[in-house]
């Protein structure tokens, strides 16, 4: 049984007590009350964990991106595909044609596949709407997934994802009549627990990032950012001034960037589904947020294109391979360390 403080907090033998379908009790045997009536179920020496934590998904989408990843293959940059129309903009055009009952009814089955790996706790972010009405409508579809499912979901907004085609060239703009206004409706609404933004070249620059961490925060939303995914755009930085809960990527991360996560407490999310699946060299500075005492969380980043994946023991087995994160850190990165970069 794994439960405590690192590396694993193992209790060797341990029990689980359980009343009225919620956990009541926990620790060694030698402490397990002799009641009679207590119906003992004997796990044989297996290991009980607590339920695992994606901090970092975007569930609820439609339509299909897998032949991008050929063009991924033969060296086309993710940045090229975006801006040639492909990328978020082709999802944004599949999910603003798809109705709220499909999209829920499609991200059901994935989140059914998590349920069987033994996930307990899934955030979902919108931002393939990118519009009032459907960014609103992916906010009620996730809600509505933690009511039919029984998980736990965390709803993030993630209207800063990308600029539409109707706001091209015109970000600013956007994150006035879109962003902004999406956040307000959000808190008022109680939609979403957080807000995210996507601050990199092909998105939004760290001014209009601020702007919306600085809505979110007005209106009591927590904050976390995709940061430093493709370039050193100091986001890490940038979601450590805000107090956010976690900042996402980070494989161009610098070493201001971690010595602020470290000082706010800012988690960092690992994603190596997107690493591998968009081909990506450099990766982000496990060893130097290890020395800096930055808590590392593991997530799939599952969503349509640059990381398909819907496994979270997958995705701890990639941290370890391609980052280098020990089994311990790995574990801790889909269990405490997912729940902490959650809130």
């Not at 293959?73 to 603003?96: C, H, M, N, Q, S």
């Not at 940061?227 to 001034?241: M, V």
Request: net charge negative.
């Amino acid at each position: 049984m794994v439960a405590g403080s690192a590396p694993y907090g193992v209790i060797d033998p341990g029990y689980v007590a359980v009343r009225d379908g919620r956990i009541s009790d926990v620790g060694p045997m030698a402490n397990l009350p002799s009641d009679a009536d207590i119906e003992r179920i004997d796990l044989e020496g297996r290991w009980v964990t607590p339920a695992l934590v994606d901090c970092h998904t975007h569930l609820l989408f439609a339509g299909d991106r897998s032949d991008e990843y050929e063009q991924k293959l033969a060296g086309v940059p993710y940045e090229t595909i975006a801006k040639a129309g492909g990328g978020i903009p082709r999802t944004v055009d599949a999910v603003r044609a798809a109705s709220a009952a499909d999209l829920a009814a499609a991200a059901m089955k994935r989140l059914d596949v998590f349920a069987i790996e033994g996930a307990g706790t899934l955030e979902i972010k919108t931002g393939y709407g990118l519009n009032i009405e459907s960014e609103i409508n992916l906010m009620k579809a996730a809600r509505s997934l933690g009511l039919i499912s029984g998980m736990r979901i965390e709803v993030t907004l993630l209207a800063a994802h990308a600029v539409p085609p109707e706001y091209r060239g015109q970000a600013d703009a956007y994150i006035d009549e879109i962003c902004i206004p999406l956040i307000e409706k959000a808190a008022r609404r109680g939609l979403a627990d957080a807000v995210d933004a996507y601050c990199e070249g092909i998105a939004f620059t760290p001014d209009q990032t601020r702007r919306v961490f600085e809505a979110a925060r007005k209106a009591g939303l927590k904050i976390k950012l995709h940061a430093d995914q493709f370039s050193d755009t100091g986001g890490a930085a940038l979601a450590a001034e805000f107090g956010a809960l976690s900042a996402d990527h980070l494989e161009y991360t610098d070493q201001a960037g971690i010595a602020a996560m470290a000082e706010a407490g800012t988690v960092a999310v690992l994603l190596p589904g997107a690493f591998y699946a968009l081909g990506e060299t450099t990766k982000p500075p496990v060893e130097a947020l290890r020395k800096a005492g930055v808590p590392m969380a593991v997530a799939t980043d599952a969503n349509p294109g640059t990381s398909p994946l819907l496994s979270l023991l997958i995705a701890a087995n990639m941290s370890c391979h391609l980052f280098g994160l020990t089994v311990e850190e790995a574990l801790a990165g889909i269990t405490r360390e997912g729940a902490r970069a959650l809130g």
